[in-house]
């Protein structure tokens, strides 16, 4: 019974992040590097005691998919796998990632839904999705009231558009997808927000006024018969 105990403990201390990235995430993506070098700033970083904090791992060609036990890296601060081939697999539940600020997978080839897992990523600040094939609602991004820079262009979003919270936003790009965006009324109230991209978003009519609300606006793609225009704000009063 005791010997049994100690087997255990032994096995958990173990289990470091860096074990599980060169045993089963690397594999699994397609990775040829160890996170033994992940302690040296150019691929990824982790902390002292074997805690991975940072993967950056774009533009590497990997054509293997995302694993969920990627969700288990829980310090995981900083994601990075845009410029991928992930040859329209899934995104898996990565709602264990609650210390994930910046999750960055542009031009990857993913597929399928966010929901409902990217709720739980509390204290995201960026996410940039663009050029990708998902779909599904992501009305869920209104809780993630840390949220600064979004981006979504060229996918196949479908639904409202999420409220996002309105002092911490920054930059939203909506473009190229199907979003439902006949209610804007709270728009105005983007405080903070510099760039809004709504090019290629079934939209009709005129821009609505709420957008020339907003006072912090310095950029404005949107799209009028056909043609998209950019507005940029020249002065103020
Ligand atoms: C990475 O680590 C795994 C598991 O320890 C090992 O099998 C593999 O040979 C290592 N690969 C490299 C490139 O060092
Ligand atoms: C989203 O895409 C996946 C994979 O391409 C598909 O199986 C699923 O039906 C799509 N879901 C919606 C809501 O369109
Ligand atoms: C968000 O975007 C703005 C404008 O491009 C930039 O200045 C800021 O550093 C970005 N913030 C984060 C958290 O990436
Ligand atoms: C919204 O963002 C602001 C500025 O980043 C932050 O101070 C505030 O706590 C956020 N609101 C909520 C409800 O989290
Ligand atoms: C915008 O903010 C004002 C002041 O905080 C609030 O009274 C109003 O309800 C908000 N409008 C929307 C559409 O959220």
């Not at 036990?69 to 601060?77: M, S």
């Not at 031009?107 to 897992?117: F, R, V």
């Not at 907003?214 to 020249?234: N, R, T």
Request: charged share 15%; aromatic share 6%; with cysteine.
């Amino acid at each position: 019974m005791v010997h049994w105990l100690l087997l255990v403990v032994k096995v958990i201390a173990g289990t470091s992040d860096c074990d599980l990235y060169n045993n089963v995430i690397a594999p699994a993506l397609g990775a040829t590097t160890n996170a033994t070098r992940c302690c040296d700033g150019s691929t990824s970083i982790c902390t002292k005691d074997g805690r991975i904090t940072k993967l950056k791992l774009d533009g590497l060609d990997l054509v293997g998919f995302i694993p969920p036990e990627l969700a288990q890296i829980t310090l995981l601060d900083s994601l990075d796998l845009s410029e991928n081939n992930f040859c329209a697999q899934p995104i898996p539940d990565l709602g264990g990632l609650v210390n994930l600020k910046s999750f960055v997978a542009g031009n990857s080839y993913l597929s399928g839904s966010l929901s409902p897992w990217i709720s739980k990523l509390v204290n995201l600040e960026t996410l940039e999705i663009q050029e990708n094939n998902l779909n599904g609602t992501v009305a869920e991004l209104g809780q993630l009231t840390n949220l600064k820079n979004v981006s979504l262009n060229s996918n196949s979003f479908t639904g409202t558009v999420p409220q996002f919270n309105q002092s911490a936003l920054q930059t939203l790009d909506l473009g190229l997808n199907y979003f439902d965006a006949s209610d804007l009324s709270w728009i105005s109230n983007l405080t903070s927000l510099t760039v809004l991209n709504m090019d290629g978003i079934p939209i009709k009519g005129p821009i609505p006024s709420q957008v020339f609300q907003i006072q912090s606006l310095q950029e404005l793609y949107y799209p009028i018969a056909k043609l998209l225009v950019k507005f940029q704000q020249i002065s103020r009063n």
